[in-house]
């Protein structure tokens, strides 16, 4: 009888290796009717285990062990490269990847490859092209369920994420975390290299890293190498390309979700902060105080070379390749090469033919949005960049700065043949070709070649500049006046027109009557004009 007993007891385990029990709902199949009956409760929606912290509750005990840890902050796996804990053992070995360089889910239509299995399904979606996640409120469709839930809030309003401290409620989990640090415990941890203090080791340790120069996380791609996870993380989608965060409005992604916040705020129209010394108002704070440095004449980012200074650290970027003459970005269609990766992008259009940004005033076309908002100006006839130094205002703040070299004697640009010095870039260039040979501008006139100068070219169109070609102040043009006359015994402002053809004589449109050019000539006129402020008419 016993030997009966162990003999059916034998068989009944060995019939359950051999014909495992199977799910009627989903036909996933187990080895024993426990594991089936921890299974069925995912279908019945049965969760009999509840966290008494928050509303959540799980089909398993296990489950909501786990899950405890969010509350408590226990995080008993500790990465041994980095010192980063985790609460799930899953997870730390998922991040181990990250040292190790390994990525064992790969793609079969493309080289990409990636740590989880998960994020190798959702990439497989952008080969086929299949969004199965359709909102019902609007045509927007996602590549994976839970960017589906987490646009359905926008629609309903829902933030189920909620402060225990505040009551506070968020559409967002990660929106939840960084507002939970304004409740953060007392940082009571104080770096021994600097005056910072942190509420948590992990944070000090982190922050260590700018002082020990320490970078754990290394990028497999190329050599950079980061003090954070998570800012390698956002380096690699300049890889892979990916920019996880969409608009829900248009069909626009960026890198970071912050980019994403200030780009919305574009169809909200959005912009609480408002300029107290002019009527602009901006979207975010950043832009607000870099405003604010064109009326407080502030400028925080000085080059070490050169005594410029400049309002944006960007700026100042870009004017340091001057001085390298770092030029990385190379045209493939012709010998050109830049600085910054969008000055390439803007002369790829020249051979393109290209032009995205348009005018809706007008119609007219521009391959830059720089230049849009530059012609833009014309319409609105704005000039929000006023000079302190007199009743001047205009409509660009390069042409303030550019102004003001006027009222300070500034002049930067030096030829480095002659002594002589410009207001402007402009000015050197066409000076510059006054030591050359070159004489590339042609007038209609006998087809006589001249330099570029405009203000003679002006004198062959019987006009006049309204302001010096040299020193920006009004001009007028008198050859036989004395140039150290008081100003009350000056001649009246339509004497001095009169005078045209009297320059005209001093100049022979195609060669001097001693033999010199005319782009010698050209020269002296600046020394037969007489320049004063327009205020003394």
């Known amino acids: ?60 005990s296990s489950i ?31 991040h181990m990847m990250i040292h190790t360089g390994e990525r064992p889910y790969r793609c079969s239509h493309c080289e990409k490859a990636f740590i989880t299995n998960t994020n190798l399904k959702i990439h497989m979606m952008k080969h086929t092209g299949k969004k199965p996640f359709k909102c019902s409120q609007c045509d927007k469709s996602f590549t994976h369920n839970f960017y589906l839930i987490s646009h359905m809030r926008i629609h309903t309003g829902e933030r189920p994420f909620r402060c225990v401290q505040c009551n506070k409620g968020f559409s967002q989990k990660r929106s939840l975390k960084i507002h939970m640090m304004n409740h953060a415990k007392k940082k009571s941890l104080k770096c021994s290299q ?22 754990p996380y290394r990028c497999i791609q190329c050599d950079k190498a980061f003090t954070h996870n998570s800012l390698l993380i956002r380096h690699m989608r300049i890889h892979t390309g990916e920019k996880p965060h969409q608009c829900s409005q248009c069909d626009k992604a960026f890198l970071r979700n912050s980019d994403l916040k200030k780009h919305m705020m574009i169809h909200t129209g959005e912009r609480p902060y408002k300029c107290t010394d002019c009527d602009k108002a901006f979207s975010h704070n950043s832009l ?11 400028r925080p980012y000085q080059c070490n070379q050169c005594d410029k200074a400049f309002l944006r650290n960007s700026d100042l970027k870009k ?12 045209c493939t269609q012709c010998d050109k090469d830049f600085t910054h990766h969008s000055n390439l992008i803007s ?45 001047k205002a205009f409509s660009h703040n390069s042409l303030l700065n550019k102004h003001m070299r006027i009222h300070i004697g500034d002049r930067p640009f030096h030829c480095s043949q002659c002594d002589i010095a410009f207001y402007c870039n402009g000015d050197l260039k066409k000076h510059m070709i006054t030591h050359t040979s070159k004489k590339p501008y042609q007038l209609n006139k006998n087809d006589t070649v001249l330099s570029p100068d405009s203000y003679i070219i002006r004198i062959h169109t019987d006009t006049l500049p309204d302001e010096c070609h040299q020193c920006h102040n009004s001009l007028v043009i008198n050859s036989d006046v004395d140039p150290n006359l008081d100003p009350a015994s000056r001649p ?16 022979s449109f195609e060669q001097g009557p001693d033999g010199e050019t005319m782009q010698s000539y050209a020269l002296k006129l600046h020394d037969l004009a007489i320049c004063m402020q327009t205020n003394n008419y």
């Not at 030997?3 to 989903?26: A, F, H, M, R």
């Open 1 to 60: 009888m016993q030997t009966q007993n162990i003999k059916t007891t034998y068989k009944i385990v060995y019939t359950d290796k051999l014909l495992p029990i199977g799910c009627n709902e989903c036909g996933k199949t187990f080895s024993n009717s426990k594991n089936l009956k921890v299974h069925m409760k995912r279908h019945t929606g049965e969760k009999p285990y509840q966290c008494n912290h928050c509303v959540k509750a799980f089909s398993e």
């Open 64 to 94: 909501l062990k786990k899950h405890m840890r969010i509350h408590t902050g226990e995080r008993p796996y500790q990465c041994s490269q980095c010192g980063k804990a985790f609460s799930q053992k899953n997870n730390l070995k998922d």
């Open 194 to 215: 600097c005056d910072k203090f942190f509420s948590k080791s992990s944070s000090l340790r982190i922050h260590m890293r700018i002082h020990t120069g320490e970078r």
């Open 288 to 298: 607000l105080m870099r405003h604010m440095r064109i009326h407080t004449g502030e």
């Open 319 to 330: 004017h340091l390749l001057i001085h390298t003459g770092e030029r990385p970005y190379q």
């Open 347 to 391: 002369h790829i259009m020249i051979h393109t033919g290209e032009k995205l940004h348009q005018c809706n005033q007008c119609n007219k076309e521009f391959s830059r949005n720089s230049d849009l908002k530059k012609h833009m100006v014309l319409h609105t006839g704005e000039k929000p960049y006023n000079c302190s130094q007199c009743d």
């Open 492 to 507: 009246s402002h339509a004497q001095f027109l009169k005078c045209l053809e009297d320059v005209k004589r001093y100049v």
